[in-house]
């Protein structure tokens, strides 16, 4: 047990489960005991009905931690602000907390499970006195999958109860999938005093639970997303023989009206949400995408040896700025109703706004501290990092396979960053080992995602870094024997083939290359061909990229020869990056699988090192 063991159960608790038929006894018992220790004025069991809803936004604009959007506009929205201290992911304050810190790894903060206890424990100590303890049932996966699980937040915030609502399968719901014995992932938050000199998440994945307090933003707070879908989800994948990835899942419906699913990894702020959405131009007619998740994906093999994969999360938190009807129009209608937005600017009649939205910037604009804007100041309105929470039923391009418990088979995975430079538009690994040499070997620019610089280059493998609930050499050959030749539910395993993209290499001037957005499609077609054996492609020493016309422009106004740059290779550029990915490798010590150093060293020799 990680904390010490406490007092006889609150009947008083008792009496607020009675309302639902089952009663959990584990549960009952674990919500006994935080209260016992957080002392909430009083607690609430949250069904997810509408009325509760309802009675919590009423709540939250009374006390002003929400604003009503205009009514007309945004219909059943609301506009809140966090802490100007807590817009992001914390990653420095983010732990995993296991026995020994070799289980954590070289890329993950390590917290003992008695610092823990005696750092963090402490700080939950009468931390919810004055204030209402919500306790929050949710199903993370289409309720009823083989691939759902369930999972419990305790939370003293309303807005994280609410953004529950629309994130996850929220309610009555979870408590009947719990059922009387059912297993739960423990989360406990609290927003404490949202100082980050007290702000700790702390990850304990041998025991299925978490601890974050000292924030309500985000990844940091709503528990069921980084926290459990990913880090604590990711160490169950290991030993269950799975995985949990930070990946959209998109179907692609091609002119003969057959889908194909691909699942793909990019970094925060790096474009999942804009891929998963991505309207074709109109020389694409025949095309049309199905968004079946725009962040998390749990991937299983299906009876036919092939990966499938289901999307654990039933709304977007989707960055805000940049997003307009002419980026992803897909996203603008899905948030014309019943969403959240945080951190965006607010108008004088009741709106969000952002940069880059579209049109002129509104007079009367205040911004997400909650100053009055003047528009053109070099201060931006919208913290970039700002988002809206809305549900993904609302998506026009949602796919009819999105609640399906079966979820989609995956034909291609593809890897992403944002590189101003080096890194082609395309390429294509030689083959699956290859291909998880490549996903290792992910750099990426920092973002707006997490507190700290943005724009400096980082090894973001597999676009997980801050995300993995263990050592990320374990991770990796976790990879590797996904897809070592064999059996999987006695039929032959069928691997996708695995891919890289960069849509935002940079001319010298600083310009991005590539148009991206709806006119990504032409890279999914490419990689679709590709993997179904069909395509042309040349070799590089990094992969396959598109042989010269083997990637479709037709229609595609761009300057000369930025396609030759976009698909360049430079051996050199390559070669001079190579100590530094094998610095990064060499920090994994004999975690490092075998595999991963005989493919770094074959493509050192190809690049003539
Ligand atoms: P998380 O939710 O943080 O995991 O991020 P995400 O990967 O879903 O990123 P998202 O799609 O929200 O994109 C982040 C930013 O990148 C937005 O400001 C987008 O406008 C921008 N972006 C997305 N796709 C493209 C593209 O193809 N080209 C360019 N230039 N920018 C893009
Ligand atoms: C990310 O940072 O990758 C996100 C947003 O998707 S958060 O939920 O804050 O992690
Ligand atoms: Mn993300």
Redesign the pocket.
């Known amino acids: 047990m990680l904390r010490p063991r406490l007092g006889i159960p609150l009947l008083f608790f008792h009496s607020r489960l009675s309302r639902f038929s089952r009663v959990n006894r584990a549960l009952q018992t674990w919500v006994d005991e935080v209260a016992s220790v957080t002392k909430p004025q009083r607690v609430v069991w949250c069904d997810g009905s509408d009325a509760e809803n309802e009675r919590l936004i009423a709540q939250m604009l009374a006390d002003e931690t929400l604003q009503k959007c205009n009514p007309e506009k945004f219909p059943n929205s609301y506009y809140h602000r966090s802490h100007p201290s807590d817009v992001a992911r914390t990653e420095h304050l983010t732990f995993i907390s296991t026995d020994k810190k070799e289980d954590a790894g070289p890329t993950n903060n390590w917290m003992s499970p008695e610092q823990a206890r005696e750092r963090v424990w402490p700080l939950f100590s009468n931390a919810m006195k004055g204030r209402t303890m919500y306790v929050v049932p949710y199903v993370m996966g289409p309720l009823g999958s083989p691939f759902s699980k369930v999972g419990i937040e305790i939370t003293d915030s309303a807005y994280v109860a609410i953004s529950m609502r629309i994130m996850t399968r929220m309610g009555k719901a979870a408590l009947d999938q719990l059922g009387d014995n059912g297993e739960f992932v423990k989360g406990l938050h609290s927003l404490g005093d949202l100082s980050p000199e007290r702000r700790f998440i702390v990850h304990f994945p041998q025991q299925n639970e978490i601890w974050s307090i000292g924030s309500g933003y985000g990844g940091n707070a709503l528990l069921g997303k980084k926290c459990f879908a990913l880090r604590i989800a990711g160490a169950q994948a290991r030993r269950e023989g799975w995985l949990a990835e930070h990946m959209l899942i998109l179907g692609i419906q091609e002119p003969s009206g057959e889908t194909h699913y691909v699942c793909a990894a990019?970094p925060?702020?790096?474009?999942?949400?804009?891929?998963a959405m991505l309207v074709p131009p109109a020389s694409f007619n025949g095309y049309k995408i199905f968004t079946v998740g725009?962040?998390i994906a749990w991937i299983r093999f299906g009876p036919d040896g092939r990966l499938w994969a289901v999307n654990p999360e039933a709304g977007f938190?989707?960055?805000a700025?940049?997003?307009s009807e002419k980026?992803n129009p897909n996203a603008m209608a899905t948030i014309r109703k019943n969403s959240i937005f945080t951190n965006t600017a607010f108008t004088s009649d009741g709106c969000p706004w952002w940069d880059d939205m579209g049109g002129d910037a509104p007079a009367g604009v205040t911004d997400w501290k909650g100053n009055k804007w003047i528009p053109g100041s070099p201060e931006k309105a919208a913290h970039p990092n700002s988002r809206f929470t809305a549900p993904a039923r609302q998506c026009p391009s949602i796919s009819p396979k999105f609640e399906d418990p079966l979820g989609v088979p995956i034909s291609a995975f593809i890897f992403g960053a944002r590189r101003a430079s080096l890194v082609p538009l395309v390429y294509e690994s030689f083959d699956w080992n290859h291909g998880v040499y490549v996903g290792s070997s992910v750099a990426s620019e920092t973002t707006a995602?997490a507190t700290g610089a943005v724009g400096v280059l980082r090894r973001d493998p597999f676009a997980m870094l801050p995300f993995c609930g263990y050592n990320m050499g374990d991770y990796f050959s976790h990879w590797l024997t996904m897809g070592a030749p064999g059996n999987a539910n006695g039929v032959a395993k069928k691997m996708p083939k695995v891919f890289h993209v960069n849509?935002?290499r940079k001319s010298a001037e600083g310009k991005?290359l590539w148009p991206?957005?709806g006119e990504?499609i032409r890279v999914l077609q490419w990689i679709l061909e590709r993997s179904r054996g069909k395509g042309t492609a040349v070799e590089s020493p990094i992969g396959y990229i598109p042989a010269k016309g083997g990637l479709n422009t037709a229609g595609l106004q761009m300057q000369p020869n930025a396609m030759d740059e976009l698909l360049r290779i430079d051996p050199k550029g390559w070669a001079a990056e190579a100590p530094q990915l094998t610095d990064f490798y060499n920090k994994f010590g004999d975690r490092l699988p075998a595999e991963i150093r005989r493919q770094h060293q074959m493509q050192m020799k190809r690049l003539g090192l």
């Open positions: 990019f925060s702020a790096c474009g999942k949400t804009n891929l725009d962040d938190f989707g960055v700025p940049g997003t980026t995602a849509w935002f991005f991206g957005f990504n």
